[in-house]
């Protein structure tokens, strides 16, 4: 039963994202000299997982707040997954990457908010009506699966389109593990 929820819930958020995402945050990756990425608690280990695929895929890619993370600069962008776009650490990520010159690009289940207004660009996941209370899937959990869908979806999209090969792609994984 819990199963069959999560997946129409997620389903139903992602029938609700643009189609166009996809070619614009490739775009906008495709655009940048390197990628840094950033969100708080659960959004974080999303970001996570796609800074993981996106430097499989051939990107120069690093997560905000590791201690090899170099510092960003101007043709730099900055990638926030933010359920709200409201959380105040990222908020002063944003504003510090916007002073030096980075593009912003936030990844939010809501376009209207400070990260929003900061932002070059705002993916919403989904639309604001489909985030009421889901009994099971608390605090967040609606936001972080659908993004973390989508995100993997864009990937398979920039890997399909740009032809590269899972070989290529494995030969990137970590070997020290």
């Not at 940048?32 to 974080?44: H, L, P, T, V």
């Not at 989508?150 to 070997?175: C, Q």
Request: charged content about 25%; cysteine-free; overall charge negative.
């Amino acid at each position: 039963m819990h199963q069959e929820l999560i997946i129409n819930k997620i389903s139903s958020i992602l029938e609700a994202t643009s189609d166009s995402y996809d070619k614009l945050l490739t775009d906008y990756l495709d655009g940048a000299k390197r990628i840094f990425i950033s969100g708080a608690g659960r959004s974080g280990l999303i970001g996570r997982f796609f800074a993981m695929r996106l430097m499989h895929s051939g990107y120069d890619v690093s997560v905000v707040g590791e201690i090899v993370t170099p510092s960003i600069k101007e043709g730099d962008l900055l990638v926030i997954i933010s359920g709200s776009g409201e959380t105040e650490q990222l908020i002063a990520f944003t504003k510090k990457a916007k002073s030096i010159g980075a593009r912003i690009l936030l990844i939010s289940a809501k376009a209207d908010s400070t990260i929003g207004d900061l932002a070059d660009l705002t993916l919403q996941i989904g639309q604001d009506e489909l985030y009421g209370k889901v009994k099971g899937m608390p605090m967040g959990t609606v936001f972080e699966l659908s993004t973390l869908f989508f995100l993997e979806a864009t990937v398979s999209h920039l890997i399909h389109d740009k032809g590269i090969p899972e070989e290529e792609m494995r030969s990137r994984h970590a070997n020290l593990e």
